[in-house]
């Protein structure tokens, strides 16, 4: 797959204990922009964070959240990533999903064929 140039990036803010189907959330929009072969995602587990509610989620020893900030970032053209929004749409419950213009630069794998 080659992309470069105008792209979407695309990031789903959740929390870690959210699910769909039994399974975590996160886990399950990787799966979902695999699936619709989008050139890639990455899930980042945050250290601190709150959202909507103003919760404050933290990594500190002493107040252990079993609900850690989530960041999803996937990129790939507007066109591509069109048919995730209705899937993200349907499955996010509570959090929050942004998109922003970006350059990609390089995109490459270092598989030697």
Do not use: C, W
């Amino acid at each position: 797959m080659k992309l470069s140039g105008d792209a979407i990036l695309l990031r789903v803010f959740l929390g870690e204990a959210d699910k769909h189907e039994g399974k975590p959330l996160y886990e399950q929009i990787v799966l979902k922009a695999r699936e619709l072969n989008i050139a890639g995602a990455t899930v980042l587990r945050g250290v601190m964070g709150y959202g909507a509610r103003s919760r404050l989620h933290t990594a500190k020893v002493l107040r252990l959240s079993e609900d850690m900030p989530m960041v999803i970032e996937i990129v790939d053209t507007a066109d591509k990533l069109a048919p995730l929004l209705p899937f993200l749409d349907e499955v996010v419950d509570e959090g929050m999903v942004t998109q922003e213009k970006v350059q990609v630069v390089h995109y490459r794998h270092g598989r030697r064929d």
